[in-house]
């Protein structure tokens, strides 16, 4: 995790100011807004009290912080309060270091500028007499409303690492002057004018007067109560958002997650002498973030807040937390939130679907003569150029390992290509479709868009459903388990 040492903390913020190459290459950064609140290189506040107690009010918000282990810049508790103090530094400090009270335009380098006998443009290699007054003014204005609305201004983006040579008035300074002036109504001509200059200076005074934001504390969270997640110190420092559990973890909290993950039907098999075994291992690598994923795909429909990244942040936990099923219970299992979708087409009861391939989760749902779910299997179906179609099919035959096996030589060349089983379908109609379900071998790509078309299962899997169909048996395709041709 992105970590910032008390050291570091102080020099950033009252001598330097982070490249725009650093926070392009960590995310991280930017969604903290590390980016957007950092100093110009005064040098005036390296001294300030304040400046030095604000490290250690940062890590009083975050648990067993110190200042030789430093500051987690991903913790969500942190990065408001980060951002609004050091943005309240920016505004008090970035242009008061070069010009105290004084107004702007009563800078005596820029006297020629307000007199209207001078501008200042855009000018290759050399620096110009205020034009690092102007940078200045600029990044306080940008400080404040940052502080303001939580977002980066313009006048930053525009501005980006042209602050570490203060003095140069080149394209990022050129950009942010023509954003100044489509603010406040000027004719957008990229220089500094005496109008600009006034403009400048009344937003400047503007920014000057904005109070600091107060951060809103964050709300403790109930305790963990579900049996799978309870008494695991990792879960509850996400849940607090004081962490997040993502690749390259490892653990008893890893563990309890890849678990919940397969007892939903979502992928955690490996190939072993071309036996799936369990891929529950407590290291989290590519096959725990593409089943965490393809949960938060199925977890979002139901809790908005939750996002498609493949981290355990609050928000999936929260929601892993409601669906997840009791421990050594599977989702399909009786009294679980299995969440299935309705195996009915278009809500006639005649068209009772045996099997449900729900795309966008990479899962699939085996139901009972009787329409109650008996298995939930993950998948991986057509890649892009070859996708799967939607649509209600029907098994057409069903061909048995050596058949599987044949087929694959015959359109292959391999014995490989179709795993243990096959299940050809066709269109409910009787044309033919050109999908399948199938097995594979290729057990790492399961849970993602990698086949021609058909729809690949782990052998154990398909072997399962192979069993449990008969020719003519209904199977529906869909992009989503909330499609509108699993209603009426």
């Known amino acids: ?27 991280t950064l930017q969604a903290a807004g590390v980016a957007g609140a950092d100093l110009d290189a005064n040098g005036v506040i390296e001294g ?24 987690d810049l991903d913790n969500p508790a942190v990065q408001p309060v980060y951002r609004a103090l050091t943005a309240r530094f920016a505004q008090r400090s970035g242009a008061e270091g070069a010009l105290g009270a004084t107004k702007l335009a009563d800078v005596a380098e820029l006297a020629a500028v307000r007199a209207g006998v001078s501008v200042l443009a855009r000018k290759a290699g050399s620096k110009q007499l205020g034009v690092g007054s102007v940078q200045d003014a600029l990044l306080v204005v940008a400080a404040a409303d940052e502080a303001t609305t939580g977002q980066a201004s313009l006048l930053r983006v525009s501005l980006g690492a042209n602050n570490v040579n203060r003095g140069l008035f080149g ?10 002036q489509r603010r406040v109504g000027l004719p957008e001509s990229g220089t500094v004018d005496k109008d600009t200059l006034l403009a400048l200076d009344a937003e400047l005074a503007r920014a000057r007067a904005t109070p600091a934001p107060t951060p809103t504390p964050t709300p403790t969270p109930a305790p963990l109560t579900h049996g799978r997640f309870a008494g695991i110190a990792a879960f509850a420092n996400v849940q607090a958002g004081r962490a997040l559990l993502r ?24 190939l072993r002498g071309d036996v799936g075994v369990s891929g529950i291992d407590g290291q989290f690598g590519m ?40 421990p050594g219970k599977k989702a399909w299992d009786a009294g679980q939130p299995a969440q299935a979708p309705v195996p009915c087409w278009g809500g006639d009861p005649s068209k009772k679907l045996r099997v449900v391939v729900v795309k966008d989760e990479h899962r699939t749902f085996l139901y009972d003569a009787a329409g109650t779910c008996t298995g939930i299997f993950p998948n991986a179906h057509g890649a892009q150029g070859t ?11 069903r061909l048995d390992e050596a058949g ?7 359109l292959w060349g391999d014995t490989r290509s179709f795993g243990k089983r096959i299940v050809d379908l066709s269109w409910a109609s009787g044309g033919r479709s050109g999908e399948e379900l199938h097995g594979t071998f290729d ?22 459903i192979f069993d449990a169909l008969a020719v003519d048996d209904l199977v529906a395709i869909v992009a989503s388990a909330d499609d509108a041709s699993l209603h009426a």
């Open 1 to 27: 995790m992105p970590r910032i040492l008390e050291r570091d903390f102080l020099a950033r913020h009252s001598s330097q100011r982070l490249a725009t190459a650093e926070a392009q290459a960590e995310p």
């Open 48 to 71: 300030d009290p304040e400046l030095r107690s604000v490290y250690q009010k940062l890590l009083s918000l975050e648990r067993g912080a110190s200042a030789t282990g430093g500051l």
């Open 171 to 180: 394209p990022g300074t050129e950009g942010a002057v023509r954003a100044l």
């Open 247 to 270: 690749a390259g973890d490892s653990g008893p909290a890893v563990t309890a997650l890849q678990q919940a993950l397969f007892d939903m039907g979502f992928p955690m098999l490996a």
């Open 287 to 326: 096959q725990t973030t593409t089943a965490l994923s393809n949960f938060q795909v199925h977890a979002k429909k139901r809790f908005p807040a939750v996002r498609v990244t493949g981290t355990l942040d609050a928000a999936t936990l929260s929601a892993l937390v409601a669906l997840a099923p009791a």
């Open 387 to 397: 996708a799967t179609a939607t649509g209600l099919k029907k098994v057409r035959t």
């Open 404 to 410: 599987a096996r044949s087929t694959s030589m015959q």
């Open 443 to 464: 057990y790492r790509n399961m849970g993602r868009d990698v086949s021609h078309g058909c729809v690949r299962h782990y052998n154990e899997d398909i072997v399962t």
